[in-house]
């Protein structure tokens, strides 16, 4: 099936593809198409006579912020930011949870490889058995400066847990199929085997878990920024501009709708692709 | 196209279906006409924090001082216009050159247990609350009592400056005179407690005291609410009026409004800044709307031990290159503009001086007399290193450290901003060597220049760990005048010396002052006879109740 006969015949796919180039295209040309710098206050300008920001207009196409900063510009740099978290922190959390499933999984029921298999899934079951979010908050919390590489760390290493079970359940499916079988019975090394023959047929099923959790790590972010054990100020995150902007909203509810409406977007449209890529990539599962 | 108006418009409509923009109308009150004060009903309000005790003795809080002061009377207080005047105590005396405080206790008062209040209650509450096992915050400030250090060390059982000359009379000696010691007595610690309190601080007790309200079993459920109940025995004839007072807990200011606005709160303070404005502009509750005086002072505290703030010249480049009129843009009707040490609603302060002013050519030029010219066309020069400046989370500092930064990089001083926990910040900025700038705010005990700059100034308040003069400013000369102003009994003199101290402190920088900060309180038109204190919070002394039982209140209420 071709690309376009994909995108024909899966919306979810479709609708995916647009919110997310919307929001990568919002998020890298925004700061350079902002009227204003993200970070310099201009009360002169940008407060009104009622002493609040000012609403959306030519000069402030989305608004100003409580310290009278372009809200344009600010939602576009923390869309760079939540993008690159999002992507990266998926990537490793693929990449680990990926590692271990295929381990896991090979090794199941195998002398000597169950002590390996029981020992990463009960690992993995103690990890699941916390909510994620408290996970991610408690490490956040004990991180006395929050950077983005701490803020990468955090989140891949809490969110690779439900991707090893995923690639496990995959692997131990595959690893009884003839061809693998074959391979052993010619005598072939089992790292070539994991390699040659087990990767490449869970990798679709890596690629939907790392992409649906790309919106969960977008989540997660915002949600640390939220509750203030984020990045810190200046730098614009959407989940700290949430939070500025919650007590503003009766009168100045931009400051809450714009930020909001990003991370729904982007999480929808990350989660669509996620569930689309599946569609396409595993029509029978 | 998607024009600035439908964007406008889409705006406004997500506002209308998620949020209720307009006000309530003031709920109705009963006798409008009539003055004449009503007794009955439990007047209720919230608070944002919580308090971790009620005991006088250990008391270290705004909301807990206010609950304190509801159920425990003090000697002498401070009334409305911020005059000290007899409370518990008829008449005082101060004799010896300012050396011994003798009191003269009233006969008519009763403690909450029913038993009469002497000279020897006073002394064991104030031996109580300064005893070394109390886990007392404030117990130094009575340091100057005769024999303090003594008992402090446990040398001696009892504070021998505190002297029992009749049932109900009682002397306090100093070992030199002091013309701050009277404010010290408004201040939980020195206010009598029950004789059930005994001798020794217990973390069980149940609070009694003299005060206009007395707690009774199952009225304090931590973390939720006080409920206090009238004190029929309280000394002031037909006070208090109110029948109870409840005080909830860790309630957010959005409950708050909420709660208020449908009549389960009968005053708020705990405001959002939109929620300040929207009742701010709303004329039907201008009557009902109260500012408090500015009782914190806020500023930048600059390490003096710390480079590159070691240095007079860049605090002075900081002193001016902060446009404090940004700051009070974050909260327009809580903050003002402050340029010196004390507030202007300080007895005493001179109103016409300047202070330190917004001037960048000043800053620029201070900058280079430091050593460190910068050039705000290229960005070149200025201070060669990043300086990392504290903040936490949710907190005012969080966005006025925005501005900081924002202003301090057109002089050369590059801030590099870092969110830490409330418990980091304290620590942190008030250790020796740890921070070279962080923001600060002070609130007065009581409304006496010393109760500002003795803390933050002198150099007798600093130490390793918690040190309150977190600038590690050391000054001899200030020294010397603080300490004179304390032994300096005639009002005007004094007034004279801590303007010099002032113009000292807006010269040398150790502080580069930005704003104070006022409360912004609103009430139902029912919670009637109320006015803001000048040093205290929630002034319930004299209120009372008059609500319509009529009328029910509507949500969207017709504008007058």
Known sequence: ?285 | MFSTRKASLLFALIGVLGCDIALPAPLPVGHPADDTPRAGGTLRFASLGDVRSIDPARCNDGVSSSLVRFLFAALIEFDEQGKLVPELAERWEVLDGGTRFRFFIRQDVRFHDGSPLTAEDVKRSLERALHPDTPNPSASYFRNVVGYDLYADKKVPHLDGIEVEGSHLLSIRLTSPDAAFLPLLTLPPARPVCKSAGAQFADNWAPCGTGPFQLRDGGWSKGQFVRVVRNPMYFVPGLPHLDAIEMHFLMNPPTQRFKFEVGELDFVRDLTHADTIRFARDRRWQDAIARGPDLDVYGESMNTEMPPFDNVEVRRAVAAALDRKAFTAVRPLHLSVNTATLPQSMPGVDATFQGQTFDLEKALEHMRRAGYPFDPKTGQGGYPKTISYLVYPLGIHEKTGQLVQQQLSRIGIRIELRLVSWASYLSLSQRQGAVAISPQGWQQDFPDPSGVLDPLFSSTSINATESSNSAFYRNPALDSMLARAHTEFDPERRKDIYRTCNRILVEDAPWAFTTSLHSFEIRQPYLRGYTPHPVHSYNFARTWLDRSTTGTPSSLGPRR
């Open chain 1, 1 to 285: 099936m071709s690309f376009q006969q994909a995108l024909r015949k899966h919306a979810s796919l479709r609708w995916g593809i647009v919110l997310v180039s919307i929001v990568v295209l919002f998020s890298v040309a925004g700061p350079w198409l902002a009227p204003h710098d993200a970070f310099t206050s201009n009360p002169e300008r940008a407060m009104t006579d009622a002493l609040l920001p000012v609403g959306p207009s030519i000069e402030y196409p989305l608004g100003a912020d409580r310290l009278f900063r372009d809200m344009f510009a600010r939602l576009a740099l923390g869309g760079r930011l939540s993008l690159l978290i999002g992507i990266a922190a998926s990537a490793i959390a693929a990449t680990v949870g990926g590692l271990v499933g295929i381990v896991s999984g090979y090794a199941a029921g195998k002398k000597g490889g169950s002590i390996l298999d029981s020992s990463l899934m009960r690992l993995v079951d103690v990890g699941l058995s916390f909510p994620f979010l408290l996970l991610v908050m408690a490490i956040g919390a004990l991180l006395d400066r929050t950077t983005v590489a701490s803020l990468l760390v955090t989140l891949g290493v809490t969110g690779w847990l439900g991707t090893a079970r995923i690639v496990r359940a995959k692997t131990l499916t595959i690893r009884d199929l003839d061809y693998v079988l074959a391979a052993r019975a010619l005598g072939q090394q089992q790292i070539v085997i994991l390699w040659k023959h087990i990767l490449p047929n869970v990798i679709g099923t890596l690629l939907v878990s790392a992409t649906l959790s790309i919106g969960q790590m977008i989540l997660a972010e915002s949600v640390l920024s939220y509750l203030g054990v984020g990045l810190s100020p200046p730098t614009p995150t959407w989940g700290a501009m949430l939070y500025e902007g919650q007590d503003s909203y009766t009168l100045a509810p931009w400051l809450l709708a714009c930020p909001a409406a990003a991370i729904v977007a982007t999480v929808l449209g990350f989660n669509l692709f996620g569930e689309g890529l599946r569609d396409v990539l595993d029509p029978k599962g």
